[in-house]
Nanobody, 113 residues
């Protein structure tokens, strides 16, 4: 069974940090690029970051460049999203993703004082 199980997230003050994890199972993780998306209330889901299968390339939304870092550990079948200098506008449900249409369960991130 192909599955993505997320952990991390929660409530953090502006300027704080969080790390999201996404553990994959049921497929050869090292063969697939992975992405993180987010969806804020009343907004469409947007791409936050992506990483190639062997971590040779990454890409980021302009809104998170320099603050977020995507990484992966193929030995652990896990992709991470390190989020630093968090802002209230980063508040959203975050999802990990693998093509085609394989999504994690979603993790709430709330940035508020």
């Amino acid at each position: 069974q192909v599955q993505l199980v997320q952990s991390g997230g929660g409530l953090v003050q502006p300027g704080g940090s969080l790390r999201l994890s996404c553990v994959a199972s049921g497929f050869p993780f090292s063969d697939y690029a992975m992405r993180w998306y987010r969806q804020a209330p009343g907004k469409e889901r947007e791409l936050v970051a992506g990483i190639s299968s062997a971590s040779l390339s990454t890409n980021y939304a302009d809104s998170v460049k320099g603050r977020f870092t995507i990484s992966r550990d193929n030995a652990k079948n896990t992709v991470y999203l390190q989020m630093n200098s968090l802002k209230p506008e980063d508040t959203a449900v975050y999802y990990c993703f693998r093509r085609v249409n394989i999504w994690g369960q979603g993790t709430q991130v709330t940035v508020s004082s």
